[in-house]
């Protein structure tokens, strides 16, 4: 099993005597569905799983008859029952509706057990602050690693450089075409325009895809909102940039990393690390095939830091680490991995040009780096890299 991790998680809590709800969010096509019909193939406990992904399903008189048929199939197990809801963040205010059923049944003392997957993570994260504090765990599902990949599909390290953790997409990377129209129709496309725009307020709707393709096109690089606003039309202002910014972060698809400072009003002021949680929504918006790709050697090194960005933004979500990168006058460090007072620096040696020059010694010499890490060249291999999660790097 390929997220066996994210599987026992899941499992274990389902087990446990005590009553929480169990959310499982991440972007799409990253396994949240699977891994839940998985993990209720191995409860020895009755179950109901229900999607809200059909328009017309949208509503709360349908998540009261979920919910009825999930009390119903309580009733009938000795050790309660699981219901899962699919799709949640479709239901309008979702969070009040599930907040009052979940009181009554701890009211009654009815032994179901819930289980919400959502794609939008971020709209997920808003509904659960604001209605059921103190209620929920947490599971976030990030995209696939470069070690999941590799033992499903026995992808090695350019491919998944190239292709990324898209685990619908790997039967088609011997069709380049139909490849990139999946990633770009399926994924960037569908999570767009039904995760952020049908789900939230959007004022300037090209804005945001401009933005996106923006943030693609020069992951890995700084690129102040000054110039953003000098590359993108009706751009607006810098509030609405990092608004949007925040929304496209909030589906798992791009951020802006911050600068490294212990003052986090600096922190925010200062010009973003544009940066991909998946290479695929890079390359397969390019014309370049995987081949060409890899013969452009300043290119592949841009591609190279990018999926080192990635893999810890996505080994550190849900956890108490924050990335940042960080840079004074010419001197530059790719990666700050932080958690309370320890902090990794880390370099990627890809072979790309560079406009800065390495500050690792300089950033040492303010911080006080816990440990000064080398990815590539004469330092830790780009595999062992990617084969260990964020928080291994700070130990």
């Not at 009211?107 to 997957?117: E, F, G, S, T």
């Not at 569908?190 to 709707?205: E, N």
């Not at 110039?227 to 798992?252: E, I, P, R, S």
């Amino acid at each position: 099993m390929t997220r066996k991790p994210y599987f026992d998680k899941l499992l274990a809590r389902l087990r446990e005597p005590r009553r929480f709800l169990q959310v499982l969010a991440g972007p799409r096509q990253v396994g949240k569905t699977t891994l839940a019909r998985q993990v209720l193939d191995g409860l020895d406990a009755p179950s109901h799983y229900a999607t809200a992904d059909e328009p017309t399903l949208r509503d709360r008189t349908w998540l009261d008859q979920q919910w009825d048929l999930g009390r119903l199939k309580a009733k009938e197990g000795r050790k309660g029952a699981v219901l899962v809801l699919d799709e949640i963040q479709k239901i309008p205010n979702w969070s009040d509706a599930v907040k009052l059923l979940w009181d009554a049944d701890t009211h009654a003392r009815c032994p179901l057990k819930v289980v919400i997957l959502g794609s939008a993570p971020l709209l997920i994260q808003r509904g659960l602050q604001e209605s059921l504090a103190g209620r929920f765990e947490i599971i976030p599902l990030p995209h696939w690693s470069f070690g999941e990949m590799k033992a499903a599909f026995g992808w090695d390290l350019e491919q998944f450089i190239y292709y990324g953790g898209y685990p619908g997409s790997a039967p088609l990377i011997d069709e380049p075409e139909r490849w990139k129209r999946y990633i770009v129709d399926s994924l960037i496309e569908t999570t767009i325009s039904r995760d952020i725009l049908l789900m939230t307020r959007v004022d300037k709707p090209a804005l945001l895809r401009r933005l996106f393709h923006l943030a693609c096109e020069y992951s890995g690089q700084m690129l102040s909102y000054q110039k953003m606003l000098g590359q993108l039309v009706d751009a607006g202002n810098t509030v609405t940039l990092a608004h949007y910014l925040d929304l496209l972060t909030g589906a798992g698809m791009v951020t802006g990393l911050s600068k490294f400072a212990h003052g986090q009003v600096r922190q925010r002021g200062s010009s973003p690390k544009l940066q991909v949680f998946d290479t695929a929504l890079v390359t397969a918006q390019r014309s370049e095939d995987f081949n060409a790709t890899r013969r452009d050697g300043d290119y592949w090194g841009r591609l190279v830091e990018s999926t080192v960005g990635a893999h810890l933004l996505n080994t550190s979500m849900g956890t108490n680490m924050e990335l940042t990168y960080w840079r004074e006058r010419n001197l530059e460090v790719d990666f700050i991995l932080r958690s309370g007072k320890k902090k990794t620096a880390i370099e990627v040696k890809s072979g790309r040009r560079r406009e800065a020059l390495p500050g690792m010694e300089a950033f040492d010499k303010r911080f006080h780096a816990q440990r000064k890490l080398l990815v590539g060249g004469q330092g830790v291999s780009l595999e062992e890299f990617l084969s260990k999660p964020a928080a291994h790097w700070l130990e």
